[in-house]
């Protein structure tokens, strides 16, 4: 039973079991997005505390304001206190590294310790000097609110909305300055304001971790398990059973051909190569498996399944030859030698999942179908041809396409013979019937 729980229980280490863990890892991401917000919050609280300093003081004498607030000792006492507050966060901030528990709980002391600040500057010159600014209140309390921006939950954005609004309709309601319509006036601005930031805060969150996601599958996944994974989740993931078409190739005496080249030289040759021929798989609906030195393994019916995969591989054989013509004539204005490619498909029963574990994995098929095939595409030398169809492929397409059945042959690792056919190409479409036809009397004309 332990063996069993080892093996199948949350500790196994293998990919599926790290894509599992990958939520942890999203709120990693966001909570660094929130550490790096908060920076830039404690850098905006030290600002407002200068630019207060400075129109207090500054621009107050200025212009003679003539509501000025009673510097007395419980005046700046708060003054000093928050400012010892604001110091300490920014000077924290700087040396805290990304972590979703602290993501979670700071920002609430903070949240607090702002509404308490502002609330009670207004509260301080309203009992000192008989001077209730609610205008000054709505401002900095709505500034508060506006930090939650950056924050890390909606329930931080829930409780600056919940305490800029309580704050000031307290602070009206217990100076007499506010009608109850002025007061719910600015409250239903901190609610709307509140909601907006929330939502935006959750899209603009969801789009972030759906593309650094994304980015981080298409490295070592084709681009249809990408979709498949993002569409459906982890789950996708699962290894499958299925019946598939696998596509084997690889280029001719292409040893030979790298020993007259540069290593430079070489990985632009196969760059420029396997992107064409990579680029015409993709564009049948295949996925590109993997590069194996100059060959190339595809698999056409998964992770979605397809009842046309045979034919959609065959299809492909036939660009990926007309294609090499193409780059072949290239080659040739430039003086450089033809590039001669074998190809052979093979349809059958493969496993496809990933494999791996947390540091090196990747989507791959496995099965008797995947050997066979790369023992077909090896006949494609000593046969003398460029594309070799297994029967079981050319019986589920080859009605239409122009081939032959070539030989029935063994292969290395098999006990039965194997039936092989050339691929020479499509055959035309029936011609289709007239746009006007003779109308029947029986229609009534």
């Known amino acids: 039973m332990r063996r069993r729980h080892k093996r199948h229980g949350k500790g196994r280490d293998t990919t599926v079991a790290r894509f599992e863990q990958s939520r942890a890892n999203e709120a990693v991401v966001l909570a660094e997005s929130s550490l790096v917000g908060e920076r830039r919050v404690s850098f905006l609280r030290l600002a407002v ?31 000093g206190a928050y400012a010892l507050f604001a110091v300490i966060a920014f000077v924290v901030l700087r040396f805290q590294k990304p972590h979703a528990n602290k993501a979670r709980w700071f920002p609430l002391p903070t949240t607090v310790v702002d509404t308490g600040f502002f609330s009670y500057m207004a509260w301080h010159t309203w009992t000192r000097a008989g001077h209730f600014d609610a205008g ?17 939950s909606w329930l931080h954005v829930l409780l600056s909305t919940a305490l800029s609004s309580t704050a000031y309709a307290l602070l009206a309601g217990m100076t007499g300055h506010g009608s109850p ?16 930031i929330a939502l935006t805060n959750a899209e603009v969150g969801g789009m972030f971790l759906n593309l650094r996601r994304r980015d981080g599958l298409s490295r070592f996944l084709p681009k249809q398990v990408v979709e498949r994974v993002m569409q459906l989740g982890d789950v996708s ?13 690889d280029i001719r005496d292409f040893t030979a051909l790298s020993e007259t080249l540069q290593p430079r030289e070489v990985l632009e040759l196969l760059d420029e190569y396997f992107g064409h021929m990579s680029h015409i798989v993709m564009a049948r609906d295949g996925i590109v498996n993997k590069f194996l030195g100059d060959g190339m393994l595809a698999c056409w019916g998964v992770p979605d399944h397809r009842e046309d995969h045979a034919e959609l591989a065959m299809r492909a054989a036939l660009d990926m030859r007309a294609r090499l013509e193409e780059i072949n004539a290239h080659r040739e204005q430039q003086g450089k030698p033809r ?13 496809a999942g990933m494999l791996g574990g947390a540091e090196q994995h990747e989507y ?5 179908a995947v050997n066979l095939a790369s023992r077909v595409e090896g006949l494609t030398k000593a046969l003398g041809v460029d594309i070799l169809v297994s029967e079981s492929t050319w019986r589920q397409g080859g009605g239409r396409f122009a081939g032959e059945r070539l030989t029935e042959t063994h292969v290395r690792g098999r006990r039965e013979a194997v039936v092989v056919y050339t691929l020479e190409g499509r055959l035309p479409a029936p011609e289709l019937a007239p746009v006007v036809a003779p109308i029947p009397a029986a229609a009534g004309t």
């Not at 207090?56 to 009673?70: D, I, K, N, S, T």
């Not at 006036?185 to 509140?194: I, K, N």
């Not at 001669?340 to 493969?350: D, S």
């Not at 791959?364 to 008797?368: C, H, L, M, R, S």
């Open 49 to 79: 505390l200068a630019l207060m300093a400075f129109t207090q003081g500054v621009v107050a004498e200025l212009f003679a304001e003539p509501y000025r607030p009673v510097m007395d000792g419980e005046r700046k006492l708060a003054i």
């Open 136 to 152: 000054m209140l709505a401002a900095s309390l709505g500034m508060v609110l506006a930090f939650s921006v950056a924050r890390y």
């Open 181 to 196: 319509a002025r007061v719910s006036f600015v409250v239903c601005c901190y609610v709307a304001l509140g909601a907006l």
């Open 237 to 249: 993931l699962e290894p499958v059973q299925r019946e598939v078409t696998i596509l084997f190739s």
């Open 339 to 351: 590039l001669r490619i074998g190809i052979g498909l093979h349809t059958g029963v493969v496993a």
């Open 364 to 368: 791959t098929v496995i099965g008797d």
